[in-house]
Each structure stands twice: as structure tokens, then as C-alpha cells.
């Protein structure tokens, strides 16, 4: 039997970091299946999903938590599975405009109201070539429960992206 670890990991980058953490997945016999690392402002983020033999979950546990020097800190989480809903399906949101602060809240929102559910997503902001203010970018992967119309979502993230002054498009994933 093996059990799946959630890590969360955070902490001034520096070189090392993921190897380290590899080392001692690799040490507990534990399988690296997904992870999203990123810099942050100058911070180490990210989440890792390791699958590890029942009998090393506890040794492996304690081996990252040796890893938190130095200001950096590692949550280890024993994943459990959550109920899917066979009939969802899965899209993706893509916005783009000016940034304001509000525009994920906004959003979200309007997801979390109609039951949809954020996957993944990832946002940044990029200096505009053409408009020279900052642009703010989301991508989002949404699980659709199948009483929410692909139109009515559309048409409510169309509504509400002209309040926030901002493009989206709901489309399929790519190569779905």
C-alpha cells in the first residue's frame, strides 16, 4: 500500500532546493508524480504530490521537516482523494487586461457561485507593449459541474468582464 503526500514548500530561493527534496523522496522509496514550483519575488513556492510507501510516510515526513533551515518551511499533507463528479467537465478560462486590484476575487466568485471549480491556475502581471501600463493574465483550468451551461458561464464571465474592463475567452482545453 503506498500514501500520497502534498507538500507545501516555501522559503528564500536558492540552488538545491528541489534536489534536496528529491533526495529524500528517493531515499523514502517515494514516487515524485506532479509538482508547480516557481520563484516568487524571490521566494522559493510549490507544491509537490509524492506517493510513498505506507511504512515510509512518517521517516520521509521527518526528513523534509530537517530540510526547514533557513527560513524555509515544508507542510507535509497525507492527500486524500475527493469525490469526482463523472458528468463535469473541463475548461479554460483565459483573461487579459489592465491590472486592478479585485479581478480575481471577481472571478472567483462568480466560479464559486455556479459551483465551478478552479483546477489550476496561474496569473501574472506583464508591462503592456502597446498600452505601456502593467497587463494583468490569468489561466485557469475549470471543472464544470454539468448543470452550469458552457453559454451561461460564458455569458456571465462576458457580463462581468466588461465591469472589470478585461478580455476572456472559455474555451476547451487544448487537445481535449
Do not use: Y
Not at 528541489?18 to 513556492?45: K, P
Not at 501574472?124 to 502597446?130: D, F, L, T, Y
Amino acid at each position: 500500500m503506498t500514501t500520497s503526500l502534498i507538500l507545501n514548500v516555501i522559503g528564500p530561493d536558492r540552488p538545491g532546493l528541489v534536489n534536496a527534496i528529491a533526495d529524500r523522496a528517493t531515499a523514502a522509496g517515494a514516487n515524485w508524480l506532479e509538482s508547480r514550483l516557481a520563484n516568487l519575488a524571490g521566494q522559493f513556492a510549490g507544491i509537490i504530490h509524492l506517493q510513498v510507501p505506507d511504512d515510509q510516510a512518517e521517516p520521509l515526513t521527518k526528513a523534509l521537516h530537517a530540510l526547514q533551515t533557513h527560513g524555509l518551511r515544508i507542510a507535509v499533507t497525507h492527500a486524500q482523494s475527493a469525490a469526482e463528479d463523472p458528468a463535469a467537465r473541463t475548461l479554460q478560462l483565459d483573461l487579459v487586461g489592465q491590472d486592478h486590484p479585485g479581478i480575481v476575487k471577481e472571478i472567483s466568485h462568480v466560479l464559486f457561485s455556479r459551483g465551478v471549480s478552479i483546477d489550476e491556475l496561474a496569473t501574472e502581471c506583464v508591462e503592456g507593449s502597446m498600452s505601456g501600463g502593467t497587463l494583468f493574465r490569468a489561466t485557469a483550468r475549470l471543472r464544470v459541474p454539468a448543470s452550469v451551461t458552457t453559454e451561461a458561464l460564458r455569458d456571465v464571465l462576458e457580463s462581468l468582464a466588461d465591469d472589470l474592463m478585461v478580455d476572456v475567452e472559455l474555451d476547451s482545453p487544448a487537445g481535449a
